[in-house]
């Protein structure tokens, strides 16, 4: 079982407003990914981290996303902000190394409703 | 276009029957990946080869790179086994990166 932690599991906001989520990677893993599920099933890669430095991004992601992974605390993404478009679940990913090949894990994750 | 295709994308079996899932790519992928879905959100990894077929209990992944296409066999299907079931590629140097499928959401009905 998983135990990658993403908080809130759900949070409403309005147009315009920022949202913010968190995610707590298992337990040695320094790599961590971000992606979005929209309602039609699509992901989309938004970023990874390894430790605390950006792996890879999308443009989307540079433009309108803050996301940190510091040391010590959770990882978090954040949309400054929200737009209709951004309702989607947000699931956090982590695992052990960067090198492909590796099993990505998955939480729960946050699911965001802009209003 | 989309890069992973998966099929059919809903499926309902009666319980005890099998179940066959196809994952096509339209690009070189060094990995499939397959995970199931519980309604609500969390991704569970099943399977993950590179080439080749792997087992684990009832499950059965099966991957052809070269052909770019790869499928999951359910045997003996449980309604517990209902969800969604993501297929997902791995690109070289993509630090890991997965590319989704749409998946194949499965009913198991008694």
């Known amino acids: 079982n998983s135990k990658v932690i993403q908080t809130p599991r759900y949070l409403v906001k309005g147009q315009g407003q920022k949202a913010k989520m968190r995610c707590i990677p298992e337990?040695?893993?320094?790599?961590v990914f971000w992606y979005q599920q929209n309602k039609n099933n699509e992901f989309k890669f938004l970023i990874n981290?390894?430790?605390?430095?950006?792996?890879?991004q999308i443009d989307m992601t540079e433009k309108r996303f803050s996301a940190e992974c510091p040391s010590n605390s959770p990882c978090s993404l954040e949309i400054q902000s929200s737009e209709a478009g951004d309702s989607a679940l947000y699931l956090c990913?982590?695992?052990?190394?960067?090198?492909?090949?590796?099993?990505?894990?998955f939480g729960e994750g946050s699911r965001l409703i802009v209003v | 276009g989309q890069q992973v295709q998966q099929s059919p994308a809903s499926l309902v079996l009666q319980e005890g029957e099998n179940a066959e899932l196809q994952c096509n790519f339209s690009?070189?992928?060094?990995?499939l990946q397959w995970f199931y879905q519980r309604p609500g959100g969390s991704l569970v990894s099943l399977l993950s080869?590179?080439?080749g077929t792997k087992h684990t209990g009832r499950l059965t992944s099966t991957t052809v790179t070269k052909e770019r296409r790869g499928s999951l066999h359910i045997s003996s299907s449980q309604i517990t086994d209902s969800g969604t079931y993501l297929c997902?590629?791995?690109?070289?140097?993509?630090?890991?990166?997965?590319?989704f499928g749409q998946g194949t959401s499965l009913s198991v009905v008694p």
């Open positions: 990913a982590s695992s052990r190394y960067k090198h492909s090949g590796n099993t990505l894990y």
């Open positions: 337990k040695g893993h320094p790599v």
């Open positions: 981290f390894q430790n605390q430095e950006v792996l890879q």
């Open positions: 690009s070189t992928a060094t990995r």
């Open positions: 080869n590179p080439s």
């Open positions: 997902a590629m791995e690109q070289a140097s993509s630090f890991s990166k997965l590319v």
